[in-house]
């Protein structure tokens, strides 16, 4: 009985044997510890802007969600030939043009011969007309943006709508479309004082401006020649300096001295598209004074940091065998900040068990103001496999 007892107690751990050995030795290891370092962004220095304390102004830039910094007041205010620039974007969501595009002919008769006197007896900004010009589309839209022509702001909307009225009741619904509540037209050109806008209202107008590629294009423009016409010139003096590329200059008794500008700048790596406004200045020299000023300032505020750089370590694998592994940044990742915009990071890990060096083991989650930037995290050294007598002491469902 004995002897029967201890064979089959043999036969048992034989068994036993048999079956944890292959079950300990060829078992998936389970994904090990990991821990992520702490990020903590040094922010710049906060930035302020001597904006003007006369009428309204605004600082955006693009990509920039919130206005970077406002003055003056925050009612509705005269835009005088700003205008112009809601004009053409109206005018061209019913009649578009592609970039190299001419458009169709338009042809001037009598009406815009009168609609010319009319304007020039009012003392307003005109260029010349007869009853037998014709030109392209894209041609009297640089009349209107490059010289500024009241009469040729009223004929454009009148051949793209029918009449001035028409286009007034396409020029609201084109605005409450885009946010623009607080602004409101009473004519095509700015000559009335009842066209009025908020500088915040004017930023985000701006902004529509450079998102259309032909107004774009319009805008920074500095001489074109027009048949019949002539040479025109861009009332815009700031054109070239500063980086200012745009857009729209205004000047009306009732509105003073007005300029919707936008400019390049340069940080670090990255160019900086600025969009601000200018209204109720006393004259213009005051005001490209004024904006000259605002944009050096603009540009000390925006600063150029580093988020990541390569082989820097976000986080630690730690295997129960003792084998570490960082998770490390692929590539140099920079952010443009304004003023003192703190940097944000979301570190997301993969389940890691035995891995390769290299291995994409996470991502980086970078929040910057209104930007998210994302990079992969790979794997310093390999987690390699514990080893035989590893697995023998330490059997599944214990790591």
């Known amino acids: 009985m004995r002897r029967r007892i201890a064979v089959f107690g043999s036969i ?45 102004s605004s600082i955006g830039a693009v990509g920039f969600a919130d206005d970077l910094a406002t003055g003056g007041t925050d009612q509705p205010l005269p835009i005088a030939s700003i205008t112009k620039v809601i004009t053409a974007l109206v005018v061209l969501e019913a009649h578009p043009l592609a970039v190299g595009e001419e458009g169709p002919t338009i042809t001037f008769g009598r009406a815009d011969v009168d609609i010319y006197k009319k ?104 001489t074109a020649n027009i048949p019949g016409i002539g040479d025109i010139d861009n009332t815009n003096d700031l054109l070239g300096i500063a980086g200012v590329r745009g857009i729209k200059t205004g000047t009306l008794d009732e509105a003073g001295a007005c ?4 400019s390049d700048i340069i940080v670090g790596s990255e160019t900086i598209v600025v969009v601000g406004v200018v209204l109720g200045a006393n004259n213009h020299p005051q005001l490209n004074e004024e904006v000259r000023g605002l944009l050096a300032e603009v540009q000390d505020g925006f600063t150029e940091i580093e988020l990541a750089s390569p082989g820097e370590s976000f986080a630690t694998f730690s295997t129960p065998w ?37 291995q994409k083991v996470g991502e980086l989650v970078f ?22 007598w590893w697995r023998l002491t330490h059997p599944v469902g214990l790591i």
């Open 322 to 358: 003792g084998t570490q592994s960082d998770a490390i940044a692929t590539e140099r990742l920079t952010a443009v900040v304004w003023s003192d915009t703190p940097a944000l990071l979301l570190v997301k890990l993969s389940d890691v068990a035995v891995a390769d060096q290299g």
């Open 12 to 56: 048992g751990a034989i068994l036993a044997a048999g079956i944890y050995l292959p079950f300990t030795l060829l078992a998936p290891i389970e994904p090990v510890a990991s821990s992520i370092e702490p990020y903590v962004s040094e922010p710049a220095s906060s930035a302020e802007l001597s904006m003007p304390s006369y009428g309204a």
């Open 259 to 262: 300029l919707l500008f936008a």
């Open 119 to 222: 304007f020039l007896a009012d003392n307003g900004k005109v260029a010349a007309v007869n009853s037998s010009l014709t030109l392209t589309q894209r041609q009297v839209l640089d009349v209107v943006l490059v010289e500024s022509a009241n009469n040729y702001a009223e004929s454009l909307v009148v051949w793209a709508f029918g009449s001035e009225d028409a286009f007034l009741s396409a020029a609201r619904t084109w605005l409450g479309s885009h946010g623009l509540t607080n602004t409101s037209l009473a004519d095509s050109t700015g000559m009335s004082p009842l066209n009025v806008s908020t500088a915040v209202d004017l930023v985000a107008l701006g902004k529509l401006a450079l998102e259309d590629p032909v107004v774009s294009r319009i805008v920074s423009t500095t």
């Open 367 to 388: 929040s910057v103001g209104q930007r998210t930037i994302r990079s992969t995290l790979e794997l310093e050294s390999a987690i390699t496999d514990p080893g035989v």
